[in-house]
């Protein structure tokens, strides 16, 4: 037996040497304290950072030899970063952690000796911190149950462990280019796991701690349409001649789902945090798009469309008025609440260009 370790943490990063800072010094003295550095590694990409990003790299990686390092050269866009900081690991195993993320090592710990009791794990998937929670104990589902149910979440709200060769095989398969701008990683473990006899897993492991992405993400209605709705869909549609009928209609149907959702959110962001000349922007791109969509989509679009489209003095007492019917005086605070925390990222964001950012999707 080999000294070959069972798990990269990978971590991809831009511009944002505090933050990463503050995540390795809570990663390696987590996993000195569990004694895991026989078992974890950490690798960390930096995305062409000109900020104190390699400095801090090099500091934790002289200190713990199971930090490797990758430095692009330049910024190779956010995509081509996630996947290279996955494609790269040499370990069987992998966790994707944000540079605005934090993990529980402890119960990291818990998950890696349930891996090492599977001989047909692909993917582990924490749904701790999911809108859909399954039952204590830990279930087996496949690729269909996978995406009816936790497509966004796999991506974004939710925690998961994949297996490396997934990134390896199907990069190397199909190139950069086929692979979604926000949703890479969720198209890749569902490869994985439609053209393999392994199953996923998933469970309450709560394996993620604290972020700080809300505090560092500025939310708009044109960064909450593209990557909770557009992206999406180019997601499950890239995937349509490469996975089941089954599949890819459970992708479909879980979009359709989350409609009314996205519906508030991209509305609540588009008409009391943005500029007029976002929600024009928003608007436009849509509108642009409609062709994509469903009838029921389309409306439901429409809507949205003469929203984002209507004069503030208008739109927002509407919104007011919407809110409170579908949601009472909590929903109007909750809104409140919302709308000062954006506008107060957005100001901080004109001092510290660095750290708190908007995600924009052209090149």
């Known amino acids: 037996m080999d000294d070959k370790k069972l798990l990269t943490i990978s971590i991809p990063t831009w511009n944002r040497a505090n933050l990463l800072n503050t995540l390795l010094e809570e990663l390696t003295a987590q996993i000195i304290s569990q004694d895991l550095q026989g078992m974890v590694e950490i690798l960390i990409s930096n995305n062409g950072s000109d900020d104190d990003t390699h400095e801090v790299v090099e500091k934790f990686k002289n200190s713990y030899p199971f930090i490797m390092y990758n430095r692009n050269p330049s910024n190779i866009g956010g995509k081509l970063n996630v996947l290279k900081v996955m494609e790269l690991v040499r370990t069987d195993y992998l966790i994707y952690c944000g540079d605005d993320d934090k993990l529980n090592i402890k119960n990291l710990k818990s998950a890696i000796e349930f891996i090492k009791s599977k001989n047909d794990l692909g993917v582990l998937l924490d749904s701790y911190h999911s809108k859909f929670k399954y039952t204590e104990k830990i279930e087996a589902i496949d690729a269909e149950e996978l995406v009816k149910n936790f497509f966004w979440y796999v991506g974004n709200a939710g925690c998961f462990i994949v297996k490396a060769d997934y990134i390896k095989t199907y990069v190397a398969k199909f190139g950069y280019d086929f692979f979604n701008e926000c949703w890479a990683q969720t198209q890749l473990m569902i490869l994985g796991l439609q053209n393999s006899n392994e199953r996923c897993y998933v469970g309450n492991w709560n394996l993620p701690s604290e972020s700080v992405h809300d505090e560092v993400m500025i939310y708009t209605s044109f960064y909450l349409w593209r990557t909770c709705y557009y992206e999406l869909l180019l997601s499950i549609n890239g995937l349509r001649n490469e996975t089941s009928p089954k599949v890819y209609n459970a992708g479909r149907i879980y979009l359709k789902k989350s409609l009314p959702q996205q519906f508030f959110n991209i509305l609540q962001c588009g008409i009391f ?30 809507i ?28 109007l605070v909750k809104k409140g609440d919302f709308v000062r925390k954006e506008l107060s990222k957005k100001d901080k964001s ?3 260009g660095k750290s708190i950012r908007e995600t924009e999707f052209e090149k």
Request: include cysteine.
């Open 304 to 331: 949205m469309i003469i929203s984002l489209s209507l004069p503030t003095l208008l739109s927002r007492p509407l919104s007011d008025i919407f809110i409170f019917i579908l949601k009472g005086k909590k929903g």
């Open 273 to 302: 945090t943005d500029e007029p000349g976002m929600r024009k922007k928003t608007a436009r791109h849509i509108l642009n798009n409609l062709n994509m969509f469903s009838a029921y989509e389309k409306l439901v679009l429409c």
């Open 350 to 352: 004109q001092k510290d």
